[in-house]
């Protein structure tokens, strides 16, 4: 995303208030947001309650990457025998994960999707600015 920002930045500083962004500055403000990304499979409790709260302060929420689409690769002890999920069982707990990985829309509303591992930044660019359009509407 940090790349398809360095090609947009111009433009996109007079249209977009940034308002959370780790990667980009230190100053973050979680307080409303018209578009949120969210990168990532839910593998923990604190991760599904975050996303909630994030979901409850945009008016669009979009999953980017194949980890928050579909769940994977994190996702792949969702299909574990019983005898693989006892052998890491003790890994589960100590760390507090959820007994099986979520995608994001498994626990909220996803209005966009961008797939990929890397993302597309053709599509990123197709998805933005259909919900730009959409919340100018």
């Not at 949120?36 to 945009?58: N, Y």
């Not at 194949?66 to 589960?92: H, W």
């Amino acid at each position: 995303m940090t790349e398809v920002m360095n090609d947009h930045w111009q433009e996109w500083k007079e249209l977009f208030d940034f308002r959370h962004a780790r990667v980009m500055k230190s100053n973050n403000v979680m307080d409303s947001f018209d578009i949120a990304f969210i990168e990532g499979a839910m593998a923990g409790p604190e991760q599904v309650e975050k996303l909630k709260d994030i979901r409850s302060r945009s008016k669009k929420l979009v999953a980017v990457g194949s980890c928050a689409i579909v769940g994977m690769p994190a996702g792949q002890r969702n299909a574990f025998t019983q005898e693989q999920k006892d052998s890491i069982d003790y890994l589960v707990t100590r760390f507090g994960a959820l007994p099986e990985v979520k995608k994001v829309s498994d626990v909220v509303k996803v209005d966009a999707e961008i797939p990929g591992c890397p993302m597309d930044p053709k599509v990123f660019l197709e998805k933005v600015n259909g919900l730009v359009a959409e919340l100018r509407g």
